[in-house]
């Protein structure tokens, strides 16, 4: 299994943009990244996720290191309903319908106002 | 769309009595993942059923634990009998049965279980 390597916390002011690192240098040619984020007292929630190119969403943007050894969430603006724990996994789901989502210790993300 | 249901949101018994979580996955999705997060062991994957079969379940700690499917819209995680290191919140979540790249999963909102 591909390992991640993610800060353990990272901060951010109202409103700035952030850029949640992750190192998957073990990833494999099939593995997607995916990118999960837990706000407090609640389950997690999916946020994004790409195998090669960038991908943007309403929440999110993700990009994607041309070797695939890293990648970076991106989120535009943060506001206070940002704050959570942000996981980034890879899938190992090979293409198969079974994916299992294995998940590391995460990113916190503090917001400040 | 009410989303992924667990029950109860809470729950809190005595070591050595049988507790059942239970989750209504979201109406649609053929995949089932159950979740125990603790601070020390964060989220683990304890069992996946796809199309109400159980695929994998080597995440479950030891034969105190049981999950079933009877049905595409009900699971329940048992622990019988409870012993304090049970106490952990635990999630379930589902995903349409198709590969992992076209779908997120959806979790509920858990259960916290306390064993005393």
């Known amino acids: 299994d591909a390992k991640t390597t993610q800060p353990n916390s990272m901060e951010s002011n109202e409103e700035e943009p952030v850029h949640l690192p992750c190192n998957h240098s073990t990833i494999s040619g099939t593995d997607y990244i995916h990118w999960y984020r837990q706000l407090p007292s609640q389950g997690p929630e999916y946020v994004i996720h790409?195998?090669?190119s960038n991908v943007n969403n309403r929440m999110a943007s993700l990009a994607i290191a041309e070797d695939r050894k890293s990648s970076t969430l991106i989120l535009h603006r943060a506001t206070l309903r940002d704050a959570a724990v942000y996981y980034c996994?890879?899938?190992?789901?090979?293409?198969?319908?079974?994916?299992?989502?294995?998940f590391g210790q995460g990113t916190i993300l503090t917001v400040h106002p | 769309d009410a989303g992924v249901i667990q029950s109860p949101r809470h729950e809190v018994t005595e070591m050595g009595q049988e507790v059942t979580l239970r989750c209504k996955p979201i109406s649609g999705h053929n995949s089932l993942f159950w979740y125990r997060q603790t601070m020390m062991r964060g989220l683990e994957l304890l069992i996946y059923?796809?199309?109400?079969?159980?695929?994998?379940d080597s995440g479950m700690p030891e034969d105190r634990f049981s999950a079933k499917m009877p049905n595409a819209s009900f699971s329940t995680l048992k622990i019988q009998p409870s012993e304090p290191r049970d106490s952990a919140v635990y999630f379930c979540?589902?995903?349409?049965?198709?590969?992992?790249?076209?779908?997120?999963?959806?979790f509920g909102s858990g259960t916290r279980l306390t064993v005393v």
């Open positions: 059923f796809n199309n109400n079969v159980p695929i994998d």
């Open positions: 790409g195998l090669t």
């Open positions: 996994i890879p899938d190992h789901a090979g293409g198969t319908s079974y994916g299992k989502l294995t």
């Open positions: 979540a589902s995903t349409p049965d198709a590969p992992l790249r076209l779908y997120g999963y959806t």
